[in-house]
């Protein structure tokens, strides 16, 4: 049974840190592409970052020089560090594990951010 669970939301003041985490477990993680997707209330989910299995990243625009994605292939496990956090930011994450043809998603976690 595959399973990716996301944790390390939650509410943060502009200008701060955050970093997720998402736990993969029944699948070769060393080859998926791990990205991490976020969707606010009323829009569309959108891609944040993405990491491929040799550990090539990309990022959305919005997010460039502020989030990190990362993973640890031992851990089965792929990281955002997120900083300067915005209000814009704030949505739910989500992250999602991809080896062509199958996709797999977790559950989300919130992230909020508000002074």
């Known amino acids: 049974q595959v399973q990716l669970v996301e944790s390390g939301g939650g509410l943060v003041q502009p200008g701060g840190s955050l970093r997720l985490s998402c736990s993969a477990s029944?699948?070769?993680?060393?080859?998926?592409?791990m990205g991490w997707y976020r969707q606010a209330p009323g829009k569309q989910r959108e891609l944040v970052a993405v990491?491929?299995?040799?550990?090539?990243?990309n990022y959305a625009d919005s997010v460039k020089g502020r989030f990190t994605i990362s993973r640890d292939n031992d851990k089965n496990t792929v990281y955002l560090q997120m900083n300067s956090l915005k209000p814009e930011d704030a949505a739910v994450y989500y992250c999602?594990?991809?080896?062509?043809?199958?996709?797999?998603w977790g559950q989300g976690t919130q992230v909020t951010v508000s002074s």
């Open positions: 990491i491929t299995s040799c550990g090539s990243t």
């Open positions: 029944g699948i070769i993680f060393s080859i998926y592409v």
């Open positions: 999602k594990g991809n080896s062509s043809p199958r996709d797999y």
